[in-house]
């Protein structure tokens, strides 16, 4: 879907930028629940771990936990530093956003693609499954394994997938916006 030139008109000055927090905030909910965002939210332009600890009162364990996988996200990144009296290490966390942005942007785009390519094979064909869910077939593939699921030998029936198609639409929808108006913001 393209908008006219009327966006381009407001985008010169009045359109209001989406916040590009409020993204990660939602990204970090469902992937790693409220305490992720607590995190996120503490560790800022940067924080130790003791200092996380003291604003989220979650345990070290738990926090270091969400920290690596926040890491592995590509969403923070930390510098260290060794306490010469006992050797320890202490670590500062801090927030990249820009990164972030470019991770979770790229993130989105697969599951963009992913979404539509799903679209595309289930649209106009239906769809049988097993009661457990374990398979999903075209009627052909299904009339080929005698409708019978190959992993628990239920029977395959007919699926009446247009709810669920209206969904992965509107996700489509919602993702396209999402991206459009973070591609005016990329150099
Ligand atoms: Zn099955």
Redesign the pocket.
Known sequence: MRRASSSKRASSSSRKTPDPMQFLDEFVADSLGEKGTQVLHSVGDGATDEVIEQSTRLKIAEIRSILNHLHSYGFVEYSREKNMQNGWFTYTWKVNMDRAMQNFLMLKRREHERLRNRLSAEEGTTIYS??????RLEFERAYENKFK?S??K?DLRFLDNKQELKRVESKITALETLLANQGTRTP
């Open positions: 097993c009661r457990k869910g374990c398979t699921c992993s628990c239920c």
